[in-house]
């Protein structure tokens, strides 16, 4: 057995105010959702098949896991079963599936953990589009990668499995992609679409695909644009809410089930503020802090308690703080201004981060701020089963066990099975713990490891 100097960890404990969140951004993919704190760490949940999660593993997390340990992570954006995200620094990183060059690191290999894309420095902006990934850099460049079926809008079909810049532009401002589509702003506020055109989401009045980049109008005064699944969405400077494309399940807000192929204004409201495009449902914020959402509602993806498909925005509870929003596959994510993270629909594998707990909520659920900013060794502490019911099992392996001890506390750091001493395998009664995320702590003077636990 390794003595227990080997095993010697850090895992910084934080006293949480019940009142006080930790939150500064958050990004839904297909069904994974990946955060960053306000102390600069990363976190994610969610299916991991691919090591969407980041976490070294291939295996689903039902409640946040902090992913590595830096504390420098900017922005982030997750789609379909893979993450990109940007440092401080402006280096760029990625992880999850591969299978089509989309990560940028030169193979097809998944990756289940953050890997550095090249050696560039000046990343503005990164966006994962499902299939292939887009970002701009500081000097206003567009760059692209991963699959090119008219992807880029370089009038190519070749598919990159590196970054490459796509014209010789450097006017870029925003862009926002899909898998059949991209939408972006130039810094002149003109709006330029490429790639499928099926139901008319590139908004120049046809359904012809185009493989280079198209105008869109010849307005000026464009704020930002979403792409959605197969349908686009965007705001002008003057608040107005604009849509065009499928329109199916009533993703663009306008009352019908009809698609449109160019830009029509939803409503004759002045006061949008954000706007995001999931596959089949919209979220948007006012610029009173107010929360909105319409389309597809099959999985308490809008938020509003129903189910109900809405054709037209409809106000997501009475909150007037809502600040940040990204609509996912089949679930919703949101920040509110006090910094804590909300969640509802679909939770086929976790994406809601609630620990397993529902199979979906019709309504915004906080996640808490986890306490703990590392949870390891993975290998030298096993909990099973876990989730558990009545008992769970605590198994300390490949170290001496003499000296520890454990602690039980929920996600705000309160102990709720007392510090005692740690048998090699010790059986932990847990009927007085309410259905939750919990976190099991194994200690000595010089040792200490964290893990977390689900009570069913």
């Not at 909105?292 to 809405?310: F, V």
């Not at 809502?322 to 993270?341: C, P, R, V, Y």
Request: hydrophobic share 35%; aromatic share 10%.
């Amino acid at each position: 057995m390794r003595s227990m100097y080997i095993l010697t960890v850090t895992c910084f404990f934080f006293t949480v105010n019940t009142q006080a969140q930790c939150w500064q951004q958050i990004t839904a993919g297909d069904e994974h959702t990946v955060a960053i704190k306000s102390d600069g760490t990363l976190w994610a949940w969610g299916l991991n098949i691919h090591g969407q999660v980041g976490d070294g593993t291939n295996t689903d997390k039902y409640a946040p896991v902090q992913i590595d340990t830096a504390h420098n992570w900017q922005q982030i954006d997750a789609e379909l079963e893979y993450t990109v995200a940007l440092k401080s620094n402006g280096s760029l990183w990625a992880w999850g599936a591969n299978n089509s060059g989309q990560l940028g690191n030169g193979t097809k290999a998944d990756q289940y953990a953050p890997i550095r894309i090249g050696a560039d420095t000046d990343w503005q902006k990164v966006i994962a589009g499902g299939s292939h990934t887009v970002a701009i850099k500081n000097n206003g460049s567009l760059w692209a990668w991963g699959t090119n079926s008219g992807f880029y809008g370089d009038g190519s079909h070749v598919s990159q499995y590196v970054p490459v810049q796509i014209g010789i532009e450097t006017n870029w401002q925003q862009v926002s992609a899909t898998y059949p589509h991209t939408v972006a702003i130039k810094r002149d506020g003109t709006l330029w679409s490429w790639g499928w055109n099926t139901a008319g989401q590139l908004g120049d009045g046809t359904e012809v695909d185009s493989d280079t980049t198209v105008q869109i109008g010849v307005d000026t005064d464009w704020k930002q644009a979403k792409a959605g699944g197969e349908y686009s969405v965007a705001i002008k400077n003057d608040g107005t809410l604009w849509a065009w494309g499928a329109n199916n399940f009533g993703q663009l807000g306008k009352g019908t089930y009809i698609k449109q192929n160019v830009p029509v204004q939803i409503g004759a409201d002045r006061n949008w503020q954000a706007v995001s495009a999931g596959v089949y449902h919209t979220l948007a914020l006012k610029t009173d802090g107010t929360l909105w959402a319409w389309g597809n509602n099959m999985n308490g993806e809008l938020g509003d308690g129903t189910g109900n498909r809405r054709q037209k925005p409809v106000q997501i509870g009475a909150a007037s703080n809502w600040q940040q929003i990204d609509a996912g596959g089949f679930h919703s994510t949101a920040l509110k201004s006090d910094g804590s993270i909300w969640v509802w629909g679909a939770n086929y594998n976790g994406q809601l981060g609630d620990g397993g707990l529902s199979g979906g909520r019709g309504k915004p659920y906080k996640i808490f701020c986890p306490v703990y900013s590392s949870l390891y060794p993975e290998n030298d502490l096993q909990l099973f089963p876990n989730p558990a019911q009545q008992e769970i099992t605590v198994q300390a392996t490949n170290f001496n066990i003499g000296g520890l001890t454990f602690e039980v506390t929920n996600m705000l750091g309160q102990s709720v099975i007392p510090r005692q001493e740690l048998s090699p395998i010790q059986r932990v009664n847990l009927n007085n713990l309410g259905q939750g995320v919990y976190f099991m702590i194994v200690r000595n003077y010089e040792v200490q490891i964290v893990k977390e636990f689900v009570k069913l």
